[in-house]
Protein backbone atom coordinates (compact mmCIF):
# COMPACT_ATOMS: atom_id res chain seq x y z
CA UNK A 1 0.00 0.00 0.00
CA UNK A 2 1.32 3.36 -0.92
CA UNK A 3 -1.05 5.63 0.89
CA UNK A 4 -4.58 5.50 1.67
CA UNK A 5 -6.52 5.12 -1.49
CA UNK A 6 -3.66 3.42 -3.50
CA UNK A 7 -1.53 0.01 -3.68
CA UNK A 8 0.99 -1.35 -5.55
CA UNK A 9 1.75 -5.04 -6.00
CA UNK A 10 5.61 -5.71 -7.23
CA UNK A 11 7.25 -8.33 -8.38
CA UNK A 12 9.19 -8.77 -5.09
CA UNK A 13 8.53 -6.70 -1.73
CA UNK A 14 10.88 -6.91 1.39
CA UNK A 15 10.14 -5.36 4.58
CA UNK A 16 12.51 -5.72 7.10
CA UNK A 17 12.04 -6.97 10.94
CA UNK A 18 12.18 -3.18 12.11
CA UNK A 19 9.29 -2.46 10.38
CA UNK A 20 7.22 -5.64 10.69
CA UNK A 21 4.36 -3.30 12.72
CA UNK A 22 3.66 -1.89 8.63
CA UNK A 23 2.31 -5.85 8.04
CA UNK A 24 -0.88 -6.04 7.68
CA UNK A 25 -3.11 -9.07 7.46
CA UNK A 26 -3.92 -8.16 3.99
CA UNK A 27 -1.60 -5.86 2.49
CA UNK A 28 1.80 -3.95 3.90
CA UNK A 29 1.41 -0.72 4.62
CA UNK A 30 4.75 0.30 2.68
CA UNK A 31 8.16 -2.07 2.02
CA UNK A 32 11.68 -1.14 2.25
CA UNK A 33 12.86 -3.10 -1.11
CA UNK A 34 10.79 -3.47 -3.88
CA UNK A 35 11.62 -5.24 -7.47
CA UNK A 36 9.89 -4.76 -10.63
CA UNK A 37 10.42 -6.54 -13.76
CA UNK A 38 9.50 -4.84 -16.73
CA UNK A 39 6.66 -5.89 -19.46
CA UNK A 40 7.09 -5.19 -22.82
CA UNK A 41 3.57 -4.24 -22.89
CA UNK A 42 4.08 -1.09 -19.54
CA UNK A 43 7.42 -0.13 -19.61
CA UNK A 44 6.25 3.34 -19.20
CA UNK A 45 4.43 2.19 -16.32
CA UNK A 46 7.48 0.55 -14.48
CA UNK A 47 9.94 3.36 -15.35
CA UNK A 48 7.89 6.14 -14.36
CA UNK A 49 4.72 5.82 -12.71
CA UNK A 50 5.96 3.31 -10.44
CA UNK A 51 9.24 5.29 -9.42
CA UNK A 52 7.30 8.03 -8.71
CA UNK A 53 5.06 6.49 -6.74
CA UNK A 54 7.25 4.45 -4.90
CA UNK A 55 9.79 7.13 -3.99
CA UNK A 56 6.16 9.40 -2.75
CA UNK A 57 5.39 6.40 -0.58
CA UNK A 58 9.37 6.21 0.82
CA UNK A 59 10.48 3.12 0.10
CA UNK A 60 14.31 3.03 0.21
CA UNK A 61 15.20 1.04 -2.83
CA UNK A 62 13.93 0.19 -6.01
CA UNK A 63 15.26 -2.54 -8.61
CA UNK A 64 14.31 -2.60 -12.18
CA UNK A 65 14.95 -5.62 -14.19
CA UNK A 66 14.36 -5.02 -18.06
CA UNK A 67 15.10 -8.36 -19.83
CA UNK A 68 14.50 -6.89 -23.14
CA UNK A 69 18.14 -4.60 -23.04
CA UNK A 70 19.47 -7.10 -19.96
CA UNK A 71 19.80 -4.52 -17.51
CA UNK A 72 19.23 -4.00 -14.14
CA UNK A 73 18.74 -0.39 -12.45
CA UNK A 74 19.08 0.19 -8.63
CA UNK A 75 17.50 3.44 -7.36
CA UNK A 76 18.12 4.52 -3.84
CA UNK A 77 16.14 7.11 -1.84
CA UNK A 78 17.71 10.23 -1.46
CA UNK A 79 16.11 13.16 0.05
CA UNK A 80 12.44 11.76 -1.87
CA UNK A 81 14.16 11.17 -4.74
CA UNK A 82 15.48 8.15 -6.67
CA UNK A 83 19.52 8.50 -7.06
CA UNK A 84 20.52 5.96 -10.14
CA UNK A 85 23.17 3.66 -8.39
CA UNK A 86 23.55 0.74 -11.08
CA UNK A 87 25.72 -0.85 -12.78
CA UNK A 88 24.59 -2.81 -15.48
CA UNK A 89 27.97 -4.20 -16.50
CA UNK A 90 29.09 -5.82 -13.13
CA UNK A 91 27.24 -6.70 -9.46
CA UNK A 92 24.41 -4.49 -8.05
CA UNK A 93 24.83 -5.09 -4.41
CA UNK A 94 21.75 -3.50 -2.02
CA UNK A 95 21.83 -0.80 0.47
CA UNK A 96 19.16 -2.18 2.20
CA UNK A 97 19.33 -6.06 2.20
CA UNK A 98 22.94 -7.15 3.72
CA UNK A 99 24.61 -9.73 1.35
CA UNK A 100 22.29 -9.59 -1.21
CA UNK A 101 23.93 -9.02 -4.74
CA UNK A 102 23.60 -9.54 -8.39
CA UNK A 103 26.12 -10.35 -11.19
CA UNK A 104 23.72 -8.78 -13.89
CA UNK A 105 25.56 -10.55 -16.43
CA UNK A 106 25.77 -13.78 -15.16
CA UNK A 107 21.27 -13.66 -14.00
CA UNK A 108 20.66 -13.16 -17.34
CA UNK A 109 22.93 -15.99 -19.10
CA UNK A 110 21.24 -17.92 -16.52
CA UNK A 111 17.58 -16.88 -17.11
CA UNK A 112 18.27 -17.91 -21.14
CA UNK A 113 19.72 -21.18 -20.39
CA UNK A 114 16.65 -22.23 -18.21
CA UNK A 115 14.22 -20.58 -21.06
Do not use: C
Not at 2 to 9: I, M, N, P, V
Not at 27 to 54: C, M, P
Not at 65 to 84: E, S
Amino acid sequence: MLDARRYREPDIAVMLGVNKEKRMRKYWLGADFVLEVISESNQEHDWDTKRHDYAAAGIAEYWIVDPQHKTVTKLALQNGVYVDESNSKGSITSTILPGFSVDVAQMFREAEAAA
